[in-house]
């Protein structure tokens, strides 16, 4: 069952890497579509000032905790949780479906980044059965909308950004079959190779998102003061000093 944490009323479910991948093979094999939201602080962040945002997040079907934030507010808790980094845990899910033979849609980032996935992925894992991919860039998703129902995919990875691609995923998880629903974020890119994950010990540190504001410094935005202002909050929400 759900074993899950309120950080700034946003739902963080405590599972590990294993749990989450059981947890959506069970729905797979149910015949059950379930949202997949791998959820960091930027996202809470993002949701406080959009109630709509807020919602998804609240009624998604497993938020797994990605990113090293989302790991110090649980411990200033007394919570101890794994990170699950996205690009892993959807790459493993991918990993999966190429051994059971399940059906994936990959949809989002540019066309040229989500060519070089598919052949990255491709070679890595050959018996994948890719039923549909679309670049992330469009003017009106109607179409891309029935083309991934009538693909009818096990695994629909969706590549747009947050809050974009919980907004996708949310708007058509009713219409698909037995499909694990993920918003994946910048994971195609890294897929792709064209943008260099940080080195493993970068990584085991929790400094993944000091590596990638070094190699691309218009992140540095992105995260200051986000990051710190996020770990201020969920501290002053502890304490019962609610701003
Ligand atoms: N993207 C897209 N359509 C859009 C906006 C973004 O396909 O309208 C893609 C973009 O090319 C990138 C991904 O969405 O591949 C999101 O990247 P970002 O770095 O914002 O994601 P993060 O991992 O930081 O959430």
């Not at 919980?166 to 792709?192: M, P, Q, W």
């Amino acid at each position: 069952m759900k074993n899950s944490i309120f950080l700034l009323n946003r739902r963080v479910d405590r599972f590990s890497f294993g749990d989450a991948t059981e947890f959506c093979l069970s729905a797979i094999n149910e015949g059950r579509s379930i949202q997949v939201i791998t959820i960091n602080p930027e996202m809470i962040m993002a949701s406080q000032g959009n109630n709509e945002f807020a919602q998804v997040i609240n009624s998604s079907d497993l938020n797994v905790p990605d990113g090293i934030g989302i790991k110090y507010a649980l411990k200033f808790r007394g919570e101890k949780i794994e990170n699950i980094r996205g690009v892993e845990f959807s790459k493993n899910l991918l990993k999966i479906a190429s051994e059971k033979d399940l059906r994936v849609a990959l949809f989002g980032a540019k066309e040229e980044v989500l060519q070089a996935a598919i052949q990255k992925l491709k070679e890595e894992f050959p018996t994948l059965n890719i039923v549909y991919a679309r670049n992330g860039y469009f003017d009106d998703d109607t179409v891309i909308k029935e083309e991934i129902i009538s693909a009818n995919p096990n695994i629909l990875l969706v590549a747009l950004g947050a809050p974009k691609q919980e907004f996708f995923i949310k708007s058509i998880l009713d219409k698909l079959n037995a499909c694990v629903a993920v918003g994946v974020g910048g994971s195609f890119d890294v897929y792709s190779g064209l943008v260099k994950e940080a080195p493993q010990i970068w990584q085991k540190l929790g400094l993944e998102w000091l590596y990638r504001t070094l190699i691309d410094p218009k992140r540095f935005k992105r995260i200051f003061p986000t990051l710190p202002l996020f770990l201020i909050k969920c501290i002053m929400e502890k304490t019962g000093n609610k701003r």
